[in-house]
């Protein structure tokens, strides 16, 4: 094994590719040779400063590989499993961990711990998930955001009622892949990237809306596009405030649901079974050391996601 590894740090001023040490798992740590790590809008924003986070970062939580090395109190994971990685950190300290087993105060991979950016991946065991052979590297590597939109159907919503789709980007074409498998007819997609002069958004149609790409303005919109009583759904990780008139939501009484994650099993388990296909909603692989390209082009892609092959 290398001593060294090449990877991607945010550091306090700037994001640069550094040579580091090659780390030794603690107890109950799994050092991951990562294969390919997806790029997304929380990368960029950690990368631009946008987001707080802890100091010499190596960015990047939607990867998959195989293990390099396990710690001492690692169980049920050997030498060149394949895994991808749930990057949810649950601090093991709040209440909610402590009784319910649900964390009030979470970290993030990538964000609050080192990432996937960089041949090798530290991480904790309960972070890593094994694959299947089933599952190619780009799948894994797909399953975080798979999981993120699973998360919409925790509202409750039915086939039989009416939606919509707010936003037109990748996000919002994977949700209606899932959506569809589930037994959702093919829902409408408002492009909220439309100017109001070339855009008319239905008022009072919809029993639920579903948010790809919070603003106040796309705020306000889903609000006067829904039934009195409907559903507003709110999926995207924003770091900006938003912004909203009280007294136009008490005209509509909405039933708001600001959701994190479904099952991480369950994302695994559609990529596997081949019903949910990701390969149209990939825009290419590219060598980490052409991350300053990738980034920049990823700030304008929004309808297909880019990708760091480790192994170029």
Do not use: W
């Amino acid at each position: 094994m290398a001593s060294k590894f090449s990877a991607l740090v945010k550091d306090r001023r700037k994001v640069e590719l550094k040579e580091l040490a090659l780390p030794k798992p603690g107890p109950q740590e799994v050092l991951v040779r990562v294969a390919l790590a997806g790029l997304c809008r929380t990368d960029i924003y950690a990368a631009r400063g946008e987001l707080s986070t802890k100091d010499d970062l190596i960015l990047g939580h939607e990867l998959a590989g195989t293990v390099e090395a396990v710690g001492a109190s690692v169980d049920g994971l050997k030498v060149g499993t394949r895994v991808t990685v749930n990057p949810v950190l649950p601090c093991k300290l709040c209440k909610g961990c402590l009784t319910r087993g649900i964390c009030l105060n979470t970290g993030f991979v990538g964000i609050d711990a080192d990432g996937g950016f960089a041949e090798f991946a530290l991480l904790p065991q309960e972070s890593i998930m094994t694959l299947d052979n089933r599952v190619s590297f780009l799948a894994a590597a797909y399953s975080e955001p798979v999981a993120a939109s699973l998360a919409v159907l925790k509202s409750g919503i039915r086939p039989s009622e009416n939606g919509a789709i707010f936003g037109k980007n990748r996000f919002s074409e994977l949700l209606q892949s899932i959506l569809t498998i589930y037994g959702f007819p093919e829902l409408p997609v408002i492009d909220t990237y439309l100017t109001k002069a070339n855009q008319t958004v239905p008022e009072g149609e919809f029993d639920y809306a579903i948010e790809t790409f919070a603003s106040s303005e796309v705020i306000a919109k889903m609000c006067r596009a829904i039934r009195p009583g409907g559903k507003l759904i709110l999926k995207s990780r924003q770091h900006e405030p938003i912004q909203f008139k009280l007294a136009d939501f008490l005209k509509r009484e909405p039933v708001i649901y600001v959701l994190n994650y479904g099952d991480f099993d369950e994302a695994l388990e559609l990529l596997s079974s081949e019903k949910l296909k990701i390969e149209n909603l990939v825009e290419g692989l590219y060598p980490l050391k052409d991350y300053a390209s990738v980034f920049e082009k990823a700030g304008f892609a929004e309808a297909k996601k880019l990708f760091f092959d480790l192994s170029l």
